[in-house]
């Protein structure tokens, strides 16, 4: 299979807005070759000048695996443009089939060369946020095996950010949840993730260390979600909130 073929069309298709075949309904490829074909596609945007801001976790929660039917932790990349300014307006026109999840999100302080070890991460993070993940399989009717997930950068389209909080380890039992125009639509705990985020920003570090990602300064890590994701509506106010770090907005137009 041509690894660098497989990266142009998940892109065009996130481009354009159009979903594909699942790549493994024509090819059988291994995680690592899903990987390559991850890191192929956005070095196609960071040569169209996108920056890359950090790291999403995806599968760090039963909710989510049980809804997309995968059954282990996944990792993709940010880039700048799928930053949505909190309380600014996300266009439906833009993606193919997107749904909206509340997560927790790190904000990392110092450059991470390696593993960090969980007790160790403090003094790697200086910021901690209710943060809202934008995902849009470019995949039709959003169907995926694990290798097809990760060759497609995990889903990623977007996030919002909320107001940085000092960080804290107490964040393992924090309510978390997501409202559409003021009616919850979800509903969960930090405790359904990974039992603690801090031990997803803690996989973070080996597994970017394991395919030699960089993980910078500056960078933001979004923990994954605690409960299933919902499909945008136009004309929708979305909003998350985790208890004790605040609440982030968008606008669906
Ligand atoms: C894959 C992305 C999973 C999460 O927070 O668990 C994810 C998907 O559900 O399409 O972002
Ligand atoms: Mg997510």
């Not at 009717?141 to 389209?157: P, R, T």
Request: glycine content about 6%; aromatic content about 6%; proline content about 3%.
């Amino acid at each position: 299979m041509d690894l660098l073929e497989a990266a142009k069309k998940l892109d065009q298709a996130a481009v354009l807005a159009q979903p594909i075949e699942q790549l493994t309904k024509q090819n059988e490829f291994t995680l690592d070759e899903a990987y390559e074909i991850q890191r192929l596609a956005i070095a196609e945007r960071l040569d169209r000048g996108e920056k890359l801001i950090g790291l999403k976790m995806g599968f760090t929660s039963k909710a989510k695996m049980q809804q997309m039917g995968v059954h282990d932790m996944i990792w993709g990349r940010l880039t700048d443009t799928m930053l949505i300014d909190n309380g600014a307006n996300a266009e439906l026109a833009k993606y193919i089939h997107p749904r909206s999840e509340p997560e927790i999100c790190f904000r990392i302080s110092k450059d991470i060369n390696g593993e960090v070890a969980l007790e160790d991460l403090d003094e790697y993070v200086d910021g901690i946020a209710t943060a809202i993940e934008i995902i849009d399989s470019r995949f039709e009717n959003f169907k995926f095996s694990l290798e097809d997930v990760v060759a497609d950068n995990c889903s990623s389209i977007g996030l919002a950010i909320g107001e940085w909080q000092k960080p804290s380890r107490e964040i393992k039992e924090l309510q978390m949840s997501q409202s559409f125009n003021g009616e919850n639509v979800a509903e969960g705990s930090s405790a359904d993730i990974l039992g603690d985020p801090w031990k997803s920003l803690q996989a973070a570090t080996r597994l970017a260390a394991k395919y030699k990602e960089p993980i910078k300064a500056g960078h933001v890590i979004m923990a994954g979600a605690a409960t299933a994701a919902i499909f945008l509506k136009p004309d929708t106010q979305v909003e998350a909130i985790v208890e004790k770090l605040g609440s982030v907005q968008f606008h669906v137009v």
